[in-house]
């Protein structure tokens, strides 16, 4: 089962990893993904992420479980911030564990294209002059990734 967490404080990867892995013997393979919040060339002061919660917990543990379905894994780790995150600062994180690690990478790949166009965030950037040019969404760059996992 994965492990699914939101939360506006930020997350040691290395220590999600050691609790996925802790006292396996069976994984082969973990592949790590962290997000972080570009300056976009020093025009952007901070990201703003939002959620309903309850919802955005239950899209991503439903989207860890389609992974699980989809590749032999032996666990799949997702953090997700949400609060305003400044550039340099992690934003996500996904850690997928299988036995070999063609499903592991795939796994994360997966993962990533669908948080970032199919999960319930809402993304405000916020600029050094203190205007906002509103909410941010899914490029085209992003949903063409997200169809190729399209059965």
């Given at each position: 089962?994965?492990?699914?967490?939101?939360?506006?404080?930020?997350?040691?990867?290395?220590?999600?990893?050691?609790?996925?892995?802790?006292?396996?013997?069976?994984i082969?393979?973990?592949?790590?993904?962290?997000?972080?919040?570009?300056?976009?060339?020093?025009?952007?002061?901070?990201?703003?992420?939002?959620?309903?919660?309850?919802?955005?917990e239950?899209?991503?543990?439903?989207?860890?479980?389609?992974?699980?379905?989809?590749?032999?894994?032996?666990?799949?780790?997702?953090?997700?911030?949400?609060?305003?995150?400044?550039?340099?600062?992690?934003?996500?994180?996904?850690?997928t564990?299988?036995?070999?690690?063609?499903?592991?990478?795939?796994?994360?790949?997966?993962?990533?294209?669908?948080?970032?166009?199919?999960?319930?965030?809402?993304?405000?950037?916020?600029?050094?002059?203190?205007?906002?040019?509103?909410?941010?969404?899914?490029?085209?760059?992003?949903?063409?990734?997200?169809?190729?996992?399209?059965?």
């Amino acid at each position: 089962m994965a492990n699914v967490r939101i939360q506006r404080e930020d997350f040691d990867a290395g220590a999600e990893t050691a609790a996925l892995t802790r006292g396996r013997k069976d994984i082969g393979a973990v592949v790590t993904f962290t997000g972080l919040c570009r300056d976009e060339g020093g025009t952007l002061q901070a990201l703003e992420l939002e959620h309903y919660p309850g919802m955005a917990e239950v899209e991503l543990t439903r989207l860890a479980g389609e992974a699980e379905a989809r590749w032999p894994l032996q666990g799949v780790t997702i953090v997700h911030r949400f609060g305003k995150i400044a550039p340099g600062e992690q934003i996500v994180l996904v850690v997928t564990a299988s036995a070999h690690r063609a499903a592991a990478f795939a796994a994360a790949d997966f993962l990533m294209d669908y948080l970032k166009t199919k999960a319930p965030f809402w993304k405000k950037e916020h600029r050094p002059d203190g205007s906002s040019p509103g909410w941010v969404a899914a490029t085209e760059a992003d949903d063409s990734a997200a169809r190729r996992w399209s059965r």
